[in-house]
């Protein structure tokens, strides 16, 4: 079975501090992979999404930036926070076929990110 | 650019009945739509997906419809129970290739004996 992992579970980072979250998926071989911003009472804002090793698309420009080193990994980095980078970072996988969507997403326990 | 509404209040229903959440929609219809359930401090978990030529779609307790006329897909619960008290959230995903979903803010749904 497929299994995902994020770490840490809760990070207290100081403003202007670097950041790197990372997530990781077992049991699937060349997943979508997806980073989401859920801030305190809203809904959850697609960050980045994957279809492949290096390739990275940005849906909200932002001071954070994602990488896919490996096929099943997924990492989310920042060189200096902002206090509104605040929130609850979740990273998710789905199937992919070339050219189909349609297919669900499974999520990790996210990250509790408090910027101070 | 697209806007998903969901109702930002909360639905407190009574055991036993049916809770129906909403999700409207503007501008062009996505090709696929789905619903997800989140536990407070957890990540979403997938309930339901409808295509947009499907109208409706069933799981044990779980209804969804999807009206493109509208632009409205309803999410049904019946014989509701405690344990469903949770925030659910719709996604679209307009993309249809890369399963890129836009998920509305949530409806959080208190279920009481």
């Known amino acids: 079975s497929q299994t995902i992992h994020q770490w840490p579970a809760t990070l207290v980072q100081p403003v202007g501090s670097p950041l790197s979250l990372e997530c990781t998926v077992e049991g699937t071989s060349n997943p979508n992979l997806y980073w989401y911003r859920q801030a305190a009472g809203r809904g959850l804002q697609l960050l980045f999404y994957s279809v492949g090793i290096g390739q990275i698309s940005s849906e909200v420009p932002q001071n954070l930036s994602a990488s896919r080193p490996q096929d099943r990994q997924f990492i989310l980095s920042s060189k200096k926070l902002l206090l509104s980078d605040s929130g609850f970072y979740l990273c998710?996988?789905?199937?992919?076929?070339?050219?189909?969507?349609?297919?669900?997403?499974?999520f990790g326990p996210g990250t509790r990110l408090t910027v101070t | 650019s697209q806007k998903i509404e969901q109702n930002s209040e909360a639905l407190n229903i009574q055991e036993g009945k049916t809770a129906t959440l909403t999700c409207n929609y503007t501008?062009?219809?996505?090709?696929?739509l789905q619903w997800y359930r989140q536990d407070p401090g957890r990540g979403p978990v997938f309930l339901l997906l409808i295509r947009e030529n499907e109208k409706e779609k069933r799981k044990e307790r779980l209804k969804v419809t999807f009206d493109t006329t509208l632009k409205q897909s309803l999410f049904h619960i019946t014989a509701s129970q405690p344990a469903d008290s949770a925030t659910y959230l719709c996604a679209l995903d307009f993309d249809g290739t890369a399963s890129k979903l836009t998920f509305g803010t949530g409806t959080r749904l208190q279920v009481t004996l």
């Open positions: 501008n062009y219809s996505p090709a696929y």
């Open positions: 998710a996988w789905s199937v992919q076929k070339p050219g189909q969507g349609g297919h669900e997403q499974y």
